[in-house]
């Protein structure tokens, strides 16, 4: 309550849930996005600052103004498939971005810092479920420039007095239930707003990546975790930093996969549409399966989802979607 946060990525769909959540809770919060990929539509709380995080002058002056107690740090490119295709886009925004921001917000006193890293950073994976002590063996340039950050955080965290949390996230998915803010991309990349999508009769069909994988029913398996139960996680990993806590990694999943297949039965459930499915050659670099162990922010933070079922995640999404 109270704290002064600064939310870069604000825009987007992870952030914007995190920024209901701390507005709900009572912190003072900054939204800087440079709407690349997020939405104004997004921002209903707290104040927006339209800039990048690599705009050293922007930058200068935002942390002059005011002090933060912490940095929330969402805003990054997130398509795996256009990082190889664009590697240096990626390096120049994920890295490079980072790298201002992080020295700015060093230079002006600031010790708390969350990063939005992700399951890629694990890349094909030698065991399952995947804990934190698994190996780190990008197949992206996406997942290389997290671990990257990652890695940037731990180095400056020996050097300067820093606290930072890494949180690396599977698939989120859902929205708030409110329907005021929701999962948005464009172009729509991702599993279930592409579902929805034609159920809402903007396609005629969904494209199912990928039949003959290592799995039961032969389409890849995902974790999907609830966006508001990701937010969630933010709130715990900050209070343990204010409370004095330094470097922390988690992983956030639901600790269970569902197959390509059993998200487009839970979408034809929620919606009552038939939803018809073409397949198609499998998506190059998508690993058969990605499931987390999620056992060290359970026992160290106490985090719990609340959101466990697919079904719910897909409801919540069409709930926004509908509007
Ligand atoms: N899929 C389809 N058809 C589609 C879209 C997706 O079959 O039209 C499949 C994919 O092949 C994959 C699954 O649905 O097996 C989930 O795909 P998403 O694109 O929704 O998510 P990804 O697992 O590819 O990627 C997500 C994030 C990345 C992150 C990665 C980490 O978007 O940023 O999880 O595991 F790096």
């Known amino acids: 309550r ?11 769909y992870i952030g914007s849930h995190v920024v209901k959540l701390l507005d ?7 939204v800087l996005d440079d709407l690349s990929t997020g939405f104004r539509e997004l921002v209903h709380w707290g104040t927006f600052v339209q800039g990048a995080t690599g705009d050293v002058p922007l930058l200068e ?3 002059a103004a005011g002090r933060f107690d912490a940095i929330l740090h969402f805003a990054a ?14 390096y120049q925004n994920n890295v490079g971005g980072t790298m201002v921001l992080l020295d700015t917000a060093l230079r002006h006193g600031v010790r708390r810092f969350i990063f939005s890293s992700s399951a890629a950073v694990y890349g094909e994976p030698l065991q399952l479920p995947i804990d934190e002590s698994h190996r780190c063996l990008p197949t992206s340039p996406y997942g290389a420039t997290k671990l990257t950050v990652e890695r940037l955080l731990q180095d400056c965290a020996q050097a300067h007095d820093l606290g930072f949390g890494c949180l690396r996230y599977f698939n989120a998915a859902g929205a708030d239930p409110s329907g005021v803010i929701g999962e948005m991309h464009d172009p729509e990349t991702h599993i279930i707003p592409r579902l929805l999508g034609v159920a809402a009769g903007l396609e005629g069909a969904f494209s199912v990546f ?7 029913d032969g389409t890849c398996i995902r974790d999907y975790v609830h966006v508001n139960d990701l937010a969630w996680a933010h709130v715990l990993v900050l209070q343990a930093l204010m409370d004095g806590s330094r470097g922390l990694i988690y992983n956030v999943g639901n600790s269970r996969g569902y197959s390509v297949m059993e998200v487009v039965a839970a979408a034809r459930a929620v919606t009552g549409c038939p939803i018809p499915v073409r397949f198609e050659k499998a998506r190059p670099g998508d690993p058969a399966v990605l499931v987390a162990d999620c056992t060290k922010i359970k026992a160290e933070l106490g985090w719990k989802p609340r959101y466990e079922a697919l079904e719910m995640m897909v409801a919540t999404a069409w709930n926004r979607h509908k509007r």
Do not use: K, N, W
Request: charged share 15%; glycine share 16%; aromatic share 10%.
């Open 61 to 63: 002056d935002l942390f």
């Open 24 to 30: 709900a809770l009572g912190c003072r919060v900054t």
């Open 210 to 216: 990928g039949q003959e994988h290592d799995t039961p």
């Open 2 to 12: 109270g704290l002064r946060i600064l939310v870069t990525g604000g825009a987007g």
């Open 77 to 90: 490119f997130s398509q795996v498939g256009e990082s190889v295709a664009y590697p240096m886009r990626y």
